[in-house]
């Protein structure tokens, strides 16, 4: 069963950045569909951005031209670069496949505030 680490997270600024990195316990290249989700307090987890094997993209509306996704499947690791942070962008965020398996990472947590 692959395990998911997230790192990066911490306390930032709004209007600051942020880079989120998930390291995968096997390749991902097989794994196809990557992707963020991030989960706020007291809602439920959502997708954040996804990107195929090919590297084709896609974002939640809320995050369009601010987060870039990304991935290396020769170092099975995926990043979240984050800019122009809000306070709404304050949750817990997990990588995993999409859709997602059942289990998840321990998630890192992003907290932006001044």
């Known amino acids: 069963q692959v395990q998911f680490v997230e790192s990066g997270g911490g306390l930032v600024q709004p209007g600051g950045s942020q880079r989120l990195s998930c390291a995968a316990s096997r390749t991902i290249g097989s794994l196809y569909v990557m992707a963020w989700y991030r989960q706020a307090p007291g809602k439920q987890r959502e997708w954040v951005a996804v990107i195929s094997n090919g590297a084709n993209t896609n974002y939640a509306d809320s995050v369009k031209g601010r987060f870039t996704i990304s991935r290396d499947n020769a170092k099975n690791t995926m990043y979240l670069q984050m800019n122009s942070l809000q306070h709404e962008n304050t949750a817990d965020y997990y990588c995993?496949?999409?859709?997602?398996?059942?289990?998840w990472g321990q998630g890192t947590q992003v907290t932006v505030s001044s």
């Open positions: 995993n496949k999409f859709p997602s398996y059942n289990f």
